[in-house]
């Protein structure tokens, strides 16, 4: 059926067209040859194809363009007549003689453009003639195209002020008045179309209405092109009869469209010296009318305009804007008593953006209006409509945007209240949002009591959700969202130790009580943060000032030994071996042995009771043989402990290679730079032998079980291990050492089971090379090296 019904409408618009065109071709002719009798003739039967009432608004308006073409070529004709010696009197009685009113009127409004354009009369006499006769169609789509056909003829030729049509007997108010009647009757066609068919057709006919309503809302364009509308015309004409008629029609479709052409078309200044008016229409409109839309476009506007000129913002302190606005939009929630979420939260989204360009130093109107939405969501318990969550972010990022600080955001008391209505999943984006700001704009908080602040706003992303929410999230993004809480806590910082402390205990028991999960991204940058600490503390003890700080380094580490042990739980046995590393070369620093020596042991702990996986543990031995190296506050038991143990775990590893390199890495730990801590050559020494003897080992099990040698790679190593003994000075590296170790991996390489290997054959070049370079340097190094032969 509905197919059937468009048909006919092509139909009835291919036939329309046809007898205008046909019509047209005879108007044309009688242009031709000057015939005015047969030119209007004929145009009055081709404006008889408007007549219809079997077309849609889309339809219609196709077929009136057409028309209207035509019309444009009569209204230049018509002008030529008068220029040719044609009364224009004589012409606009002529006519009226039309059969039909509806063409009669067409042929009317042409002549009364060429009328007034003569200025043989007062424009403002035709123009309301015109406007007063136009009445003569009720028919609401016919009439409405036929005063939008009047305005488009005669808006260029209003009375205003510079125009040429501007005179003693013709004002500014005269084209107002025109343009004011002629919106007032098209609004009222416009909504009489609601009203007209059957009630099953309702959503139809609203349909076709939204299709028309530019033809009303270019009236209001028209007004706001006058020149002579300045604002005391507008304040006491303009706007009251618009907002009049708005308020009058009682239609929700009209009062919504032509409030917003209102706030769209007029100057904002004029809105901002007229906001008592404006304002007081939004309480009266229909229910049904989205006010929040309109009053959120309202104050867009208004924000924009402040945003534009700082010499602007006097004229919104002197109208009180802002109170006038809080008021409305009160009144308006109380009058739309079952207004959603989504709507409340938009207007004060939009009264907050107002609030912060208008008054960015009043931080108690930021705070009142979140105070107010926060009153007007107390009945809910947790928003969860995408719409409603959508607006309450953005009516929360709207201060980190404008102060790009959150330490302002902090000082809103209401602003943590508002945060709590969001359920977990949003949380977590207006979480994100916080994190990105502070980030972005490099800002440091800097007191603990802040620090519990932010942390207690952004705990959708440092604390496990009540519910099964967390095992939703996709991996990925749960690893991007605790690498940003990490980020952040290296932004929690003050230069007090006092206060640093205070930080540190409070992102502690946040970050502890968040959920295993978590620990492992975001302890260590607490771990470090401490750290820090401790480095700018490392003479408090001895200074004496320890007894009376809140915070020493011993106090430090007791809380770290407790954050690292934490991660036992998840586990994270490699991490917190790392740690526990870092740890001892801070207590290190701080010459405090016994806390260092605990912290080794910890690590120590870790790795013969959690760290299984031979990579991992090959990796934990040299970090272990790396830290223990640096160390230079153990005494020779807790050394020698330490080290001892550092070498078995060494031997012990399941890959020979790997027992290799662990084995002389740890002639390291007999010879360190400073000869007072520890320099005893046998035992490095004796370090390479065993190193020396597992690569033979290796080297071996390689012709037991591939038939042929494995790479000699270990042997060049064990010599630039040799050499840099050597050139440091070890008694026990002696020439005759270093020319064994050539001679044996040259004897290795050059057997018959030995494997090409491009790398060693390189690393070997490449160590000659060496010795070479050193034997020609001069001085004591060219002495030491002269006895060796390459």
């Not at 509905?2 to 044309?28: C, P, R």
């Not at 809302?217 to 004409?237: F, R």
Request: proline share 4%.
């Amino acid at each position: 059926m509905i197919s059937d019904g468009v048909e006919d409408e092509e139909k009835w618009l291919a036939a329309g067209i046809a007898g205008l065109q046909q019509n047209a071709f005879y108007v044309h002719r009688a242009l031709d040859s000057n015939n005015l009798k047969d030119a209007l003739k004929y145009s009055a039967q081709m404006l008889s194809e408007l007549r219809t009432s079997r077309l849609s608004p889309h339809k219609y308006y196709a077929l009136y363009m057409r028309a209207f073409d035509e019309m444009r070529k009569l209204e230049t004709f018509f002008w030529e007549e008068t220029r040719r010696g044609c009364s224009i009197i004589d012409l606009y009685e002529l006519v009226q003689h039309a059969g039909n009113i509806l063409p009669r009127l067409y042929l009317l409004c042409t002549v009364g453009s060429v009328y007034i354009k003569s200025k043989e009369a007062p424009a403002k006499d035709i123009l309301k003639d015109l406007v007063e006769m136009c009445r003569g169609i009720q028919h609401p789509l016919r009439g409405l195209f036929l005063r939008s056909y009047l305005s488009q003829v005669s808006r260029d030729k209003l009375p205003d002020i510079g125009s040429e049509y501007e005179g003693d007997a013709d004002t500014v108010i005269d084209a107002v008045e025109f343009v004011l009647q002629n919106f007032t009757e098209m609004n009222k066609l416009w909504v009489r179309m609601q009203y007209q068919g059957p009630a099953r057709e309702k959503e139809k006919r609203e349909k076709e209405r939204g299709e028309l309503r530019d033809l009303v809302g270019k009236n209001l364009h028209v007004l706001s092109q006058i020149e002579g509308v300045d604002l005391g015309m507008y304040k006491d004409t303009v706007l009251p009869r618009v907002l009049e008629q708005v308020v009058n029609c009682r239609d929700a479709l009209a009062q919504y469209y032509l409030m917003d052409c209102v706030i769209q078309v007029f100057p904002d200044e004029y809105h901002l010296q007229t906001l008592d008016i404006l304002l007081g229409a939004f309480p009266q409109l229909q229910p049904s009318v989205d006010i929040k839309t309109v009053l959120s476009s309202l104050m867009e506007r208004l924000s924009n305009y402040a945003a534009s000129s700082a010499e602007v913002l006097p004229e919104f302190l002197q109208v009180d804007a802002f109170s006038k606005l809080n008021s409305a939009i009160g009144k308006v929630i109380e009058a739309h008593v079952d207004m959603p979420v989504a709507g409340v939260v938009t207007l004060y989204s939009s009264l907050l953006t107002f609030s912060l360009h208008v008054h960015p130093d009043r931080l108690d109107y930021a705070d009142q209006v979140l105070g107010s939405c926060v009153k007007k969501l107390s009945g809910v318990e947790k928003v969860e409509d995408s719409q409603s969550t959508k607006q309450i972010v953005a009516l929360l990022s709207a201060p980190l945007d404008k102060y790009n600080n959150v330490m302002t955001a902090l000082k809103l008391t209401n602003y943590s209240h508002v945060m709590e209505y969001l359920d977990y999943g949003t949380n977590k984006v207006m979480a994100a949002i916080i994190i990105r700001n502070i980030m972005k704009n490099n800002t440091y908080i800097y007191t603990g009591d802040k620090v519990e602040a932010l942390l207690e706003l952004i705990a959708g992303l440092i604390k496990d959700a009540d519910g099964d929410c967390e095992n939703e999230v996709d991996e990925e993004d749960f690893k991007e969202e605790q690498n940003s809480v990490a980020r952040l806590i290296h932004m929690l910082h003050n230069e007090d130790p006092k206060e640093m402390f205070k930080i540190i205990t409070t992102v502690r028991k946040h970050i502890l009580a968040g959920g295993l999960k978590r620990l492992p991204y975001t302890v260590p940058p607490l771990v470090f943060s401490s750290l820090k600490l401790v480095r700018r503390l490392q003479n408090q003890d001895e200074n004496g000032a320890g007894e009376e700080a809140a915070a020493t380094p011993k106090k430090i580490f007791q809380l770290l030994n407790q954050i690292i042990e934490s991660l036992s739980n998840v586990p994270a046995p490699e991490l917190a071996l790392r740690l526990y590393l870092q740890c001892a070369e801070a207590a290190n620093d701080c010459d405090i042995e016994p806390v260092a020596y605990e912290f080794f042991t910890q690590a120590y702990i870790l790795y013969e009771e959690e760290i299984t996986d031979s990579r991992a543990q090959v990796t934990a031995v040299h970090l272990i043989i790396g830290t223990l190296q640096r160390m230079h506050v153990f005494g020779v038991e807790n050394r020698d402990t330490l080290t001892h143990k550092a070498t078995g775990y060494s031997a012990k590893l399941l890959k020979k290679p790997d027992q290799c390199r662990a084995v002389y890495a740890c002639s390291h730990l007999f010879w360190a730079d400073d000869p007072a801590v520890m320099r005893d050559g046998e035992r490095v020494l004796l370090c390479l032998k065993r190193a020396l003897k597992i690569a033979n080992a290796a080297q071996h099990m390689a012709n037991v079980t591939r038939g042929s040698s494995g790479s000699v790679t270990l042997f060049i190593e064990l010599l630039n291990k040799y050499l840099y003994f050597f050139e440091k000075g070890n008694p026990q590296i002696t020439v005759a050492t270093i020319h064994d170790l050539i001679e044996l991996i040259t004897t290795e390489m050059q057997s018959d089971g030995a494997t090409p290997d491009p790398a060693a054959d390189s690393f070997l070049a490449s160590t000659m090379r060496y010795i070479q370079f050193q034997k020609q340097k001069g001085g004591s190094v060219s002495e030491k090296y002269e006895p060796v032969k390459v």
